[in-house]
């Protein structure tokens, strides 16, 4: 490491009637620059959202606070340079969509239609979407529809989803179950109110979810039904978030954590591109009918190392030029038993791409 060192020589000289120059004694001395550096993790609190003037206490982007946090830094540690690194979790502003429909039941015929049978129910998990495509052949972005159909396996039973059309295919929201109104303590498959829905969802899920256990920071979409009365029930679409122990109701804002590095002249952050699969992406591996990975109890993607491997597929295909170490968050549809997004974080070594 290098080190400025100053030499201060403090000389006793008679001075005459005239100075002579030459009896001035200069040190000449290496300048080498002291470089001071440090490592920190620490949460952005009020005051630094209040300093960057973000009235709403968060981030509307990833990008904002890329180009504004390092800005923070060089206030928070003014002497720190070269090599010193920063851990900043900071919120971030992150809407989802809350859609609602009347629920429409589909008839004998509208079943038949698709299977080609009588039976008056669908027997296959692509049924319904067969009946989306037919029934809505040229849906607009945020299109949503709550349906009510028969299902048969080994015994039939009805089954109340939604449908909401986003990036050019239908995600599914799976409703409550009869059963699971039931153990909530309801006479009939619905709440009587919204108030009453975000009070019982939050102490349902974790049964729910009890095969397929979420970790902090995990967000769920799930659908309810409400009497609106006339005959008519309405379904909506919350979402709920998971700290490590307990869910409660989103609020439309995340934590994120972004690792700075400073680079001699300024901070500045690390190489991680965040990726979406898209439905080239989920054909490219088979998956492109339901464009998601099948997570449930007893298959295959249920194991990481076969969702690791297609999304390794995917992104060597997409990007062949990545450099070493090249990091990547990338977010993939998975179906549960419900819809849901998934993240795994990857970096590129030896050309593969390992779990971080």
């Known amino acids: 490491m290098k080190k400025i060192i100053y030499l201060l020589m403090v000389l006793g000289l008679v001075f005459t009637t005239a100075c002579d120059p030459m009896e001035d004694i200069y040190a000449e001395i290496d300048a080498q620059e002291e470089i001071?550096?440090?490592?920190?993790?620490?949460?952005?609190?009020?005051?630094?959202?209040?300093?960057?003037?973000?009235?709403?206490?968060?981030?509307?982007?990833?990008?904002?606070?890329?180009?504004?946090?390092?800005?923070?830094?060089?206030?928070k540690y003014p002497v720190w340079g070269e090599g010193s690194l920063a851990t900043v979790t900071f919120k971030l502003y992150n809407p989802l969509s809350t859609p609602s429909a009347e629920v429409y039941e589909l008839s004998d015929a509208e079943h038949n239609a698709i299977t080609g049978k009588t039976y008056g129910n669908f027997d296959r998990d692509y049924h319904i979407f067969d009946y989306l495509e037919a029934t809505y052949p040229t849906p607009d972005e945020g299109d949503f529809y709550s349906l009510r159909y028969r299902f048969y396996a080994g015994g039939e039973v009805t089954l109340t989803d939604g449908f909401l059309y986003k990036n050019g295919e239908w995600n599914r929201f799976a409703g409550f179950t009869p059963d699971e109104y039931k153990a909530m303590g309801e006479g009939y498959p619905n709440f009587s109110s919204h108030d009453e829905a975000a009070i019982k969802i939050p102490l349902a899920l974790p049964d729910i979810f009890k095969f397929s256990p979420k970790k902090a920071g995990d967000i769920v979409q799930a659908m309810y039904e409400l009497y609106a009365g006339g005959g008519v029930t309405k379904s909506y679409v919350n979402n709920y978030i998971f700290?490590?122990?307990?869910?409660?109701?989103?609020?439309?804002?995340?934590?994120?954590?972004?690792?700075?590095?400073?680079d001699g002249t300024t901070w500045v952050p690390d190489n991680t591109i965040k990726y979406t699969l898209t439905a080239a992406d989920y054909d490219l591996v088979g998956n492109g009918y339901y464009q998601n990975f099948d997570v449930r109890s007893g298959k295959a993607e249920e194991l990481e190392s076969v969702r690791l491997e297609?999304?390794?597929?995917?992104?060597?295909?997409?990007?062949?030029?990545?450099?070493?170490?090249?990091?990547?968050?990338?977010?993939?549809?998975?179906?549960?038993?419900?819809?849901?997004?998934?993240?795994?974080?990857?970096?590129?070594?030896?050309?593969?791409?390992?779990?971080?």
């Open 36 to 75: 001071i550096t440090g490592e920190v993790t620490f949460t952005l609190s009020d005051d630094d959202y209040e300093d960057l003037e973000l009235n709403y206490g968060n981030f509307s982007s990833i990008d904002d606070a890329k180009a504004m946090i390092p800005g923070l830094l060089i206030d």
């Open 243 to 262: 700290d490590g122990s307990t869910w409660s109701k989103y609020n439309n804002v995340i934590e994120e954590t972004i690792k700075f590095g400073h």
């Open 310 to 356: 297609k999304i390794n597929t995917i992104l060597l295909n997409n990007f062949p030029d990545s450099a070493e170490g090249q990091k990547y968050v990338v977010s993939y549809n998975v179906y549960s038993g419900a819809a849901e997004v998934w993240e795994m974080k990857v970096i590129l070594s030896g050309g593969v791409y390992v779990l971080q």
